[in-house]
Every structure is written in structure tokens, then in C-alpha cells.
């Protein structure tokens, strides 16, 4: 099992979950992050961190967000690895908690 990033980080690309992984399993791209699968452990230390709630555990994921499994896989693969914290997008707070993001998404 892993834990998934969706859509409630596109655009808000928070990083305090960056600080709490223990290997290294982040990945960043332009305006979201992304977990690698075959990094992650299942340490749980990422999802109460998200301030977006954007982390999710592979068996919470609903019908819809089953394909953010595949784009972290895809994307951990080409996305640099990151570790430590950064600063968030001077408007991240104006997307948290917005639904239908995945439009926004930069490769």
C-alpha cells in the first residue's frame, strides 16, 4: 500500500509533508507534488501534515481519484525529489479546498 496525492494539491503545493517523510518519497513539480509509490512505506506521517488534505491512503481513494494512483507513479518518475520544506504558491490559500483542479495541472 502507498499514500496518493490528489487534486487538493494542484495549486496549493504545501510542503509540510515533505519535512515528516522519512525516505524521501516526494516528488515536486511546477504546482504540485507527488509520492512515489514504490518509495513509499505506509509510515502515515504525510496525510495529517497536508494542510489542503491532498494525501490520501491507496485504500481511501474514491472511483474517481484511482487515477491520481497512476499520475504520482508517472510523474514521481520525471519530478525531482524533494526534501525539504518550501514555501507554498502566494496563492495557495485561495485554492485550498477547491474541487476540479486537475485542469490546472503542470507537467
Not at 83 to 92: H, I, K, L, V
Request: proline share 7%.
Amino acid at each position: 500500500m502507498t499514500f496518493v496525492v490528489t487534486e487538493q494539491c494542484i495549486r496549493c503545493k504545501y510542503t509540510d509533508c515533505v519535512e515528516v517523510c522519512p525516505v524521501d518519497c516526494f516528488h515536486e513539480g511546477p504546482n504540485m507534488l507527488v509520492i512515489d509509490p514504490d518509495e513509499c512505506i505506509d509510515c502515515t506521517l504525510c496525510e495529517p501534515e497536508c494542510p489542503a488534505e491532498a494525501i490520501k491512503s491507496e485504500d481511501d481513494l474514491s472511483d474517481d481519484e484511482q487515477q491520481y494512483l497512476e499520475l504520482n507513479r508517472e510523474l514521481s518518475k520525471v519530478w525531482p525529489t524533494i526534501n525539504e520544506m518550501g514555501t507554498p504558491p502566494a496563492d495557495a490559500d485561495e485554492w485550498k479546498g477547491k474541487d476540479d483542479k486537475l485542469q490546472y495541472l503542470e507537467r
